[in-house]
C-alpha cells in the first residue's frame, strides 16, 4: 500500500476532493499554509493499493491547474523569506507536488 501526500491550491481543493470520491478514492483533506507563499493550501492524505497509484496520479493531473502568481515580496522584517529582494517576482502555484511513501501497515479498529 502507498500513501500520497498531495498538497494543492486552496482554488483546486474542491475539485479535487469531488473527484476522489467519484472515483472511489478514500482521503483525508488537512488545510496546510506554504512555507514561502503563506498561504492557505490544501494537503490530501490518500491510501492506494499498487495498481490505484496511477489512476491517482492522473486524477490529481487533471483536476489542478497550473497558474502564475504574482507577489510582492516585503523587506525581512515583515516576516517573509529571507534574501529575497522587493521586487515583485512572478511564482507558479497551483498544479499539485505530491510525496508517495510506502506504508508499512494499515488497520482499522
Ligand atoms: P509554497 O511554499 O507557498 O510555494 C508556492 C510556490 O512558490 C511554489 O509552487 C513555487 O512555484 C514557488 N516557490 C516556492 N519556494 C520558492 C523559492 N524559494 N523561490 C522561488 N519560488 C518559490 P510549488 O512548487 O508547486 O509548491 C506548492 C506548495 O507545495 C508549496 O507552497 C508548499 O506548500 C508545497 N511544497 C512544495 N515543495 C515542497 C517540498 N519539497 N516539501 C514540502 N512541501 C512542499
Known sequence: MKLVFCVVHQR???????ALVRAGFKSTVIGSTGGFLREGNATFLVGVEEDQLEPLKALIQENCHLRDQVINVGPPEA?????LTQDP?????????AFVVNVDEFYRC
Open 79 to 83: 516576516g517573509l523569506a529571507v534574501g
Open 89 to 97: 517576482i512572478t511564482v507558479q502555484v497551483g498544479g499539485a507536488v
Open 12 to 18: 483546486d481543493k474542491n475539485r479535487i476532493a469531488e
